[in-house]
């Protein structure tokens, strides 16, 4: 079973918004960071959004203003809200768990910005 699920993607028109979820197993005991990051063919992946067990949140500057990040500790799930989602949102966005040592990678949601 994967240890990292995200759920959310799809297709939206430009303006759109939507909304990525990321469960973490149980089976992960300690969370010290959750993040998102996306590739679009052809591009390398990058971070969208990350937040360490102590609150402080990372954007990228492409993002700020648009994303937001939240987590919800008793549900061991981190969230990327997405407004005013623009054609060059378009990619496969996965969600990465760090438990201090190590890194979880779920399997990755398209998300599609397009008319």
């Known amino acids: 079973q994967a240890q990292v699920v995200e759920s959310g993607g799809g297709l939206v028109q430009p303006g759109g918004s939507l909304r990525l979820s990321c469960a973490a197993s149980r089976s992960i005991f300690s969370i010290y960071a959750m993040g998102w990051y996306r590739q679009a063919p052809g591009k390398q992946r990058e971070l969208v959004a990350a937040?360490?067990?102590?609150?402080?949140?990372n954007y990228a500057d492409s993002v700020k203003g648009r994303f937001t990040i939240s987590r919800d500790n008793a549900k061991n799930t981190v969230y990327l809200q997405m407004n005013s989602l623009k054609p060059e949102d378009t990619a496969v966005y996965y969600c990465n768990i760090h438990d201090g040592l190590r890194d979880y990678w779920g399997q990755g949601t398209q998300v599609t910005v397009s008319s």
């Open positions: 937040v360490t067990g102590g609150g402080r949140i």
